[in-house]
């Protein structure tokens, strides 16, 4: 073979250049990872006894108020009053949805199989671009052990199957958090002396996109590689993150975060993609923050005589923010949501009914940050106590186990109000908890390379906004679901470091390919486990609790126990 022969057939391309991959090579994982999630979810919906209807058993959360204001939009009517007190992103989408799987004005009832389906499919692409930032942050070893983690996560199965706004939220922080990595990948983070090139072939062999033809050493990258520009892809991460914000308001906080690291990593490169996000995340803020205003003031016009004081106008994507931080920060507060917290915090008020003329619900609605500040200050020890009880209930969330019976945890647990289930046995948490802590100081040696250390911050400010939620409202389960990526990375990371232990340093790694067909084989024999278990026959479960006032029904606002029949 002559010397031209041997270097190609090293390189695997012409003239030394090594071969890059097709772009169809390059999305099959994803796509497959998204099928065998979508698959998953699928099979734990079909199995639930009350797949067809709209409510579930194992999730309550805002439920209610997403079917009467999507049915409402669908129908034509006005929801919450004229007054955004809940932000309107899944709203809109869920009426998006009902449209399309053929819900009319005239329905009442509706089989809300369909919806919940294509729920469970933008459920399955969080968890295909989870395996994508994963890669990013701790490279493949890790990421493929933390795929059957994401993808038979038993919180998320319910999350992903339940008419909710989580785990559609998750989704588009998700692909926020991997864009900004793929920015600051691509020109943010200066070129080391040896240039840019040299500084792409050295990093090809961890996670993400590798070097491409003709990126030697020594060689002047591209200031982008191939796919969109940046203005354009900055452009489109502020959109999206303005859907997220329109989904959940506490997005904006991340968003806040997610630009200061990039301006951290970048400074004054950073400027324009930072300029193009915001303006991207105006483009949808900005009508529905005028929209508000000429609502509200509408309202003010109409009950002038009746309100203490007019209503604030201006309001970014929801203004029930005062009235929950009020409500989550006194003397009645427990750290997980009460029914009754504002019956206490606003005696006298007509049962039920949120109405603003009432002075004291007005103050909490218009000052409520201001009054939850002033408790927190003059009783920093209960507040204190407070918080460590707030995270408390959102990390039961740990507790939560995989596949459909929710291993090794089980299917007898309770509902919390406006929550969703968890387990009555907690042990796994305390070790799934310990196994974080060890995926930690794994990781702490895999984040020196500057590429997944910054991936790893932009994921860590969604983790940081998600957190200091939870601490300035409720600790709600459903909540530590949205830190669950964080979870299943820094859980794969220690068992990995497991696995090395186990092996032994004087053993070689096992190749790539083979990691990666054990774990494909893994994942196939669960889907199959999975699909035996649906084919089992229906879940149902008894329920118990406190009964609603002169009726022989539950009360699904109030905490309720749940056991599973079979």
């Not at 999630?37 to 009350?50: E, H, M, V």
């Not at 990691?515 to 149902?540: D, H």
Request: aromatic fraction near 8%; hydrophobic fraction near 50%.
């Amino acid at each position: 073979m002559s010397a031209r022969a041997r270097r190609r057939s090293e390189t695997g391309g012409p003239a030394g250049r090594p071969s890059a991959p097709s772009r169809s090579a390059q999305w099959r994982p994803f796509v497959l990872v998204v099928l065998a999630a979508w698959a998953a979810r699928a099979l734990f919906l079909l199995r639930q006894s009350d797949a067809r209807g709209p409510a579930s058993v194992l999730y309550r959360g805002d439920t209610p108020f997403y079917l009467e204001s999507a049915l409402a939009m669908v129908q034509g009517r006005p929801y919450d009053s004229g007054i955004p007190f809940h932000p309107p992103g899944f709203t809109t989408l869920l009426a998006a949805l009902l449209r399309l799987t053929g819900v009319s004005a005239a329905q009442e009832g509706f089989d809300a199989l369909p919806a919940k389906l294509i729920l469970g499919l933008l459920g399955a692409l969080a968890i295909g671009v989870f395996f994508l930032l994963a890669r990013r942050v701790a490279g493949r070893t890790v990421a493929l052990v933390a795929l059957p983690l994401s993808i038979f996560s038993f919180g998320h199965y319910v999350q992903s199957t339940a008419i909710n706004a989580e785990s559609s939220f998750l989704l588009l922080a998700l692909t926020v958090v991997l864009g900004w990595s793929l920015v600051a990948e691509r020109c943010l983070q200066p070129a080391p002396a040896g240039g840019a090139g040299a500084d792409l072939k050295a990093g090809a062999a961890g996670p993400g996109p590798v070097a491409g033809p003709g990126l030697q050493a020594g060689a002047r990258a591209p200031r982008l590689a191939a796919g969109p520009g940046l203005p354009a892809m900055a452009g489109v991460l502020g959109l999206l993150a303005g859907a997220a914000a329109l989904m959940r308001p506490e997005f904006l906080l991340t968003m806040s975060l997610l630009l200061i690291v990039a301006l951290l990593l970048g400074r004054r490169r950073a400027l324009l993609p930072a300029a193009l996000f915001l303006l991207g995340a105006l483009v949808l803020l900005a009508p529905w923050t005028l929209h508000c205003r000429r609502n509200i003031a509408a309202v003010n016009r109409a009950n002038a005589e009746r309100l203490p004081r007019p209503l604030p106008e201006w309001v970014l994507v929801s203004a029930g923010g005062p009235l929950n931080f009020a409500t989550a920060n006194n003397d009645h507060a427990s750290g997980a949501f009460d029914t009754r917290l504002i019956e206490k915090l606003a005696p006298g008020r007509p049962a039920l009914e949120l109405d603003l003329a009432h002075a004291e619900i007005h103050r909490l609605y218009v000052d409520g940050y201001a009054v939850g500040a002033r408790w927190m200050l003059a009783n920093p020890s209960r507040a204190l106590a407070l918080f460590a009880r707030k995270l408390d209930l959102a990390f039961d969330a740990l507790a939560l186990g995989y596949l459909q019976g929710n291993l090794p945890g089980g299917l007898t647990g309770e509902r919390r109000p406006v929550d969703q289930f968890v387990p009555r046995a907690r042990a796994f948490r305390w070790a799934q908890a310990a196994l974080c802590l060890l995926g930690i100081v794994h990781l702490r040696g895999v984040l020196a390379d500057r590429r997944r250390r910054a991936a790893a911050l932009f994921l860590a400010a969604h983790g940081l906004a998600t957190l200091l939620a939870i601490l300035a409202f409720f600790g709600y389960a459903r909540f530590g679901m949205l830190l669950a990526p964080i979870f299943w990375l820094l859980l794969a990371a220690g068992m990995t470091a497991i696995f090395g232990w186990l092996r032994g340093p004087g053993r070689a790694a096992p190749p790539r390919l083979s990691a990666g067909r054990a774990v494909a084989g893994l994942i196939g024999l669960l889907l199959l486990v999975e699909t035996l278990s649906a084919a089992s026959g229906s879940q149902a479960f008894e329920l118990s609790g406190d009964y609603l006032p002169g009726t022989r029904r539950i009360n699904p606002d109030d905490r309720v126990l749940i056991q599973a029949r079979r």
